[in-house]
């Protein structure tokens, strides 16, 4: 069973990281500050070609980190694979030792680097999920019998932010029929808002993990407010980061950071902290939240 | 209707040969909604073409009015019979039509030579005069029942079935600020009908073998056969 599994069985409050893949096959810096984080989360997220730059394949990775005895979280996204892709991918990653999946839509390629790349998309999130949990069940999407079945443990993503929580909600249920067992939020700012979105799932019995994404400035919060799927960092946090000195910014990071999860640690089974690079504030994050 | 944009005329005089006669034929019918292959389009075509020292030897959009060229019986009668001489000396025909449009010219000229004297770009509501937009994307298996109408491949960037993903903003699509969230429309149609319940449903993922072109339809004692690389799909429209 996976460790992040049998962590949220046990009521643990969870932490995850994660960590984005290089463009190119040097992987010593991008492995180097996995190890870094490793010991103080659960599990580390590699994404799948996020915002759409071609870059080495969270497959990969992940294998490294299983190499390493570093439990990894393989985000999969629809983006890019045909159901015969996909499906086949889940059970390489199984091969590899790979237990926890993410299944998600993915950013459009227009977002990207490689802008006229045909989208596939050729199953939604919700789809995959229910690919994924035939392929745990020892079928395939069209009903053919495996040869050796995967235990996947499968994961989904939820804005609590959205500008319809409703239409968020709706899709959730639909991704925990389809097989949904934990999910991973966008990030989150508004702590009420999310309090709000909480307690409606709640009756869901499915562990949540609020995403947080490390601030490193403010020019950084309004570059992804303007450019990054799903990301909207209030006014208020970037007037805070404004006001503060260059050199306070990394403990002024830690301590947003620090604070947020604080405040929504008793409504939510862990947090997916998003470092964007900062991965070495990851120990002092854990510590000021007072989570050991 | 068949949206057609012109290509620019630079790119049209590269497809010709020195000495080449040219036929140019239009549209009275999407072509002609869309200004690109109407009447006046033609002959400003041929027009152009003969400034710039290509032998048009002719130019005709099939009527009657509003026909759309694509009706090989009415276009094959058209220039056989009203430009038999033009067809017979001409090399070749530029067409400001949809791609259904000058595939129908090869055909009701034996087939002639074309050049595409347009770009197909999509299957649109003409909305008004000078605005024509996609709300289909043929693809041969309805699904608007559940979404008020509206059809999720066509409106939603990643053509999802199961709802949005969590790139809108602000009610914006992710890929362009301008553009709305096709779920977030769909939401606000079916909460107006009070129909949010349909949201519900699981999608199966969509058949692609329906997609696969060509694709034909026929008729034959009242049952209709549409022909893909999903099989042959039959409906009786009577009783």
């Not at chain 1, 580390?44 to 870059?55: F, G, P």
């Not at chain 2, 000058?102 to 002639?112: I, K, N, Q």
């Not at chain 2, 008020?148 to 993903?165: E, I, R, T, Y």
Request: proline fraction near 5%.
């Amino acid at each position: 069973m996976s460790t992040l599994k049998h962590t949220l069985e046990e009521a643990v409050f969870v932490v995850t990281g994660e960590v984005g893949p290089p463009k190119g096959v040097d992987l010593e810096e991008c492995l180097d500050s996995i190890e870094k984080i490793a010991g103080h989360v659960a599990a580390v997220n590699v994404t799948d070609l996020q915002s759409a730059v071609m870059r080495i394949g969270s497959l990969a990775v992940c294998a490294k980190l299983v190499e390493r005895g570093i439990e990894p979280v393989f985000q999969l996204t629809c983006r890019d694979r045909n159901r015969l892709a996909l499906q086949s991918e889940l059970l390489s990653a199984w091969s590899l030792g790979i237990e926890n999946v993410l299944c998600i839509t993915g950013d459009h390629p227009v977002l990207g680097d490689h802008v006229e790349a045909k989208p596939v998309y050729d199953l939604d999130s919700v789809q995959l999920l229910k690919a994924a949990s035939s392929l745990n069940n020892g079928l395939d999407m069209t009903g053919h019998e495996l040869e050796g079945k995967p235990e996947l443990f499968l994961g989904a993503v939820v804005t609590p932010e959205a500008d319809i929580p409703e239409l968020q909600i709706l899709k959730m249920e639909k991704k925990i029929e389809a097989g949904a067992q934990f999910f991973q939020t966008q990030a989150v700012y508004d702590v009420p808002q999310f309090e709000s979105f909480m307690n409606r799932v709640q009756g869901f019995n499915v562990p949540v993990l609020a995403g947080l994404v490390v601030l490193k400035s403010s020019g950084m919060a309004r570059y992804m407010n303007e450019n990054v799927a799903g990301v909207k960092v209030p006014e208020s946090i970037i007037r805070e980061m404004e006001e503060t000195a260059k050199g306070d910014r990394k403990k002024k990071a830690v301590e947003i950071t620090a604070r947020i999860i604080r405040q929504v640690k008793p409504f939510c089974q862990g947090v997916h902290i998003m470092p964007l690079g900062w991965d070495e504030l990851i120990p002092d994050i854990v510590r000021s939240s007072e989570l050991m | 209707m068949h949206a057609t944009i012109q290509k620019p005329v630079e790119e049209i005089l590269s497809y010709f040969k020195s000495g080449e006669k040219v036929f140019v034929v239009g549209c009275d019918n999407c072509a002609a909604k869309c200004h690109s292959g109407g009447v006046p389009e033609t002959e400003e075509m041929a027009r152009r073409l003969k400034k710039r020292g290509v032998d048009v030897i002719g130019w005709c959009v099939p009527q009657p009015p509003g026909v759309s060229l694509c009706k090989l019986s009415n276009t094959k009668k058209v220039l056989q019979e009203e430009y038999e001489g033009q067809i017979k000396e001409a090399d070749s025909f530029l067409v400001l039509a949809c791609g259904q449009g000058m595939h129908t010219v090869m055909d009701a000229t034996d087939g002639g030579a074309v050049h595409p004297g347009c770009d197909t770009i999509f299957g649109g509501e003409t909305v008004s005069e000078d605005f024509i937009t996609e709300y289909c994307s043929l693809c041969g298996e309805c699904i608007v029942e559940y979404t008020a109408g509206l059809c999720p491949l066509s409106l939603c960037a990643k053509g999802l079935l199961n709802g949005p993903c969590g790139g809108a903003k602000e009610g914006k699509c992710e890929v362009e600020r301008t553009r709305d969230c096709g779920w977030q429309l769909i939401y606000e149609r079916l909460k107006a009908l009070g129909r949010l319940d349909q949201l519900k449903d699981y999608k199966t993922p969509k058949n692609f073998a329906k997609w696969n072109r060509p694709r034909s339809l026929t008729f034959k004692e009242g049952e209709a056969i549409f022909k893909s690389l999903a099989g042959e799909h039959r409906v009786v429209n009577h009783d």
